[in-house]
């Protein structure tokens, strides 16, 4: 287990965020902007698949393995699929499990972050070593096992990966609290006589929203890798389209050892790539933004 | 000293104690009877009195506290269990000693290179903080966060193994396997592609993490003054700097090694590697569910002892730990 303090006291800085030190607006604004634009794409594919991709991805449309052509942009998959409906149909699956699980983790992790930094004493320490203890576990193999007995799904994926992605949050809003708690504004509200409770949904909450709202954000792309792996490993829903199915179904069929790796692995990879890289973005925007206006 | 050894000695316990009981209870808190995982899709044929005979043998048929006292009395004596898929009767600990080497062999290495390049990396950004050869690393690193590490691994066999045919495709050595100095030579290329991935992937987290701590460093006032008193430059960035740089960037650095060492599991799924994440994966396929948790256990295990051999190395890099806690 990790300890929470160093042996002389200190707490241990997590260190989990990109301490970029970039100060200059225009370069913020810009980053913000390009993952902001990226997103709203992958949004509008997410939501309205059926009218951008040319076929239905669940329906056999020609023979199988077909090169890229006129009539289909990426060509078949093995069991004659056209894979660029696939890819814009997997959007759904992949950007929505990332973006349910990180506003999951974030709404748990705030609310123990708060809680055990604000009470202290034994709760405060009973729930850091549960993160602790999260932290500390190995990620994929206790999420294979947890999914193994409890089947593929998609629901079940989304639930053994915000067990696990909860803890940092935790971590930060509760440093975040800390420092807080000792702010003469807190002091004032209790002296008024304002029960835990209050202090608690009301001033820090408002003290922590910011940065809770970038670690939507960054969990979000980190849950999307995440789930791109499950789904490769063939944890995911069988089924259903994400990307990480159809690299599982490229692996499984051997295709990616013949040249369609090209139009079959490639934009698979580069689409979840994208997508994790426009949130990441977003989240560094955001992040610097609000450290900007701090200072 | 000792005290605080001692505290960090019942922490490492409580949590081993805590993976070993996830381990225990994960089948039987699963809605459904664990016989029917043991004995999947045969399990109706089987008939009453061969169930209750089964049921037995596995100790079912006890109350869950003595089944959790001999389940620890069997762990203790080195008992995971029996593999399935190995109809033969090969021990889950058989299995897991035979794949560890493996994924040890690639961890190890892919660790070092990327602590090593990474930190070499993050000191120099750090030292010409906000340049643009700065921004140019960041953004670097930030784009490699964002690739999957398995779909690099993907895109690599196609390249090298089958159209450059320069590297094996997958596996771990060569059969028959070759002798003597070729062997080394074969296990070496055979490594190669998994610890260029796994180092890929590893990367950008040693960057950060030793950019973030020496960018905290160089602000002290101890590197002014040594700047001040006209230390040269790079002597100030390697022996006042790094060196208290490194204890966070260790501590952090453990801190994420439950992810990145969980991460060597689908690369060696790609690559077909005989380490313990393909032994998982195979065993997932076979419903082998002692085998899954015997994996589990020994990651976990493996994660522990690194932050143990972490915790001892603290007062050799910072005197200060050992002065505080005596």
């Known amino acids: ?295 | 000293m000792t005290k605080n050894l001692a505290r960090r000695a019942i922490e490492f316990g409580i949590t081993f104690f805590l993976a070993i009981s996830i381990n225990f209870l994960l089948p039987r808190l699963v809605p459904g009877d664990p016989l029917a995982l043991i004995a999947g899709n045969a399990a109706p044929q089987l008939g009453r009195a061969r169930i209750d005979a089964l049921r037995a043998q596995y100790g079912l048929d006890k109350p869950l506290g003595e089944q959790y006292l001999i389940y620890l009395g069997n762990l203790a004596r080195g008992d995971l269990g029996q593999s399935y898929r190995y109809s033969g009767g090969k021990s889950v600990v058989e299995v897991l000693g035979e794949n560890f080497r493996w994924t040890l062999l690639i961890v190890g290495l892919s660790l070092t290179s990327s602590l090593l390049i990474g930190s070499a990396l993050g000191i120099w950004s750090a030292t010409k903080r906000g340049s643009s050869l700065d921004l140019g690393l960041l953004s670097g690193f930030y784009f490699l966060r964002a690739i999957p590490p398995f779909w690099l691994a993907m895109l690599l066999i196609p390249v090298f193994a089958i159209q450059l045919g320069w590297l094996p495709a997958g596996d771990s050595y060569s059969i028959p396997r070759l002798e003597g100095w070729e062997n080394v030579k074969d296990v070496a290329r055979h490594a190669l592609l998994p610890v260029v991935v796994l180092t890929l992937a590893y990367l950008p987290t040693a960057f950060v993490i030793m950019r973030a701590a020496m960018f905290g460093i160089m602000e002290t006032d101890y590197i002014r003054t040594a700047r001040a008193k006209g230390v040269p430059n790079i002597w100030v960035v390697l022996k006042h700097a790094f060196r208290n740089a490194l204890l966070p960037v260790l501590t952090a650095f453990m801190l994420d090694l439950g992810q990145l060492l969980g991460g060597v599991t689908v690369i060696e799924a790609v690559f077909n590697y005989r380490g313990i994440g393909n032994m998982m994966f195979e065993a997932v396929k076979s419903r082998d569910y002692p085998l899954l948790q015997g994996g589990f256990l020994l990651f976990t295990i493996t994660i522990l002892i690194l932050n143990i051999i972490t915790e001892l190395l603290y007062p050799l890099l910072d005197p200060r730990v050992q002065r505080a806690t005596i």
């Open chain 1, 1 to 295: 287990m990790t300890a929470l303090t160093q042996a002389d006291g200190t707490p241990r800085i997590v260190l989990t965020t990109l301490n970029a030190g970039f100060s200059s607006r225009r370069l913020i604004r810009i980053t913000g902007w390009v993952g902001g634009c990226v997103l709203t794409m992958l949004l509008a594919l997410a939501f309205f698949p059926n009218l951008i991709a040319p076929y239905d991805s669940t329906k056999r449309v020609a023979l199988p393995l077909q090169k890229p052509g006129k009539e289909f942009l990426l060509g078949t998959n093995d069991i004659g699929q056209d894979l660029m409906s696939e890819l814009i149909t997997g959007t759904r699956a992949s950007l929505f499990t990332g973006l349910i699980v990180s506003f999951i983790s974030v709404v748990i992790g705030t609310v123990v972050g708060i809680v055990s930094g604000y009470a202290g004493g034994w709760v405060d320490s009973l729930l850091m070593s549960l993160t602790d203890l999260i932290l500390v576990l190995p990620f994929i193999p206790l999420v294979i096992l947890i999914s193994v007995y409890l089947g593929p799904s998609q629901r079940n994926v989304i639930l053994v990966l915000a067990i696990f992605f909860w803890a940092a949050p935790a971590r930060l809003v509760r440093s975040r609290v800390l420092s807080l708690r000792t702010e003469t504004y807190i002091e004032a509200a209790r002296a008024l006589g304002a029960n835990s409770f209050h202090i608690m949904t009301n001033h820090l909450w408002s003290g922590v929203k910011s940065l809770a709202l970038v670690q939507i954000v960054l969990i979000a792309s980190a849950s999307i890798l995440a789930e791109s792996s499950l789904s490769f490993l063939g944890l995911g829903d069988p089924s259903g389209k994400s990307w990480g199915t159809m690299l599982y179904f490229a692996r499984a069929s051997g295709a990616f050892m013949s040249a369609a790796w090209k139009w079959w692995v490639l934009p698979t990879g580069l689409m979840i790539t994208l997508t994790v890289l426009s949130l990441g973005l977003i989240g560094y925007s955001l992040e610097q933004r609000i450290a900007n206006s701090v200072s």
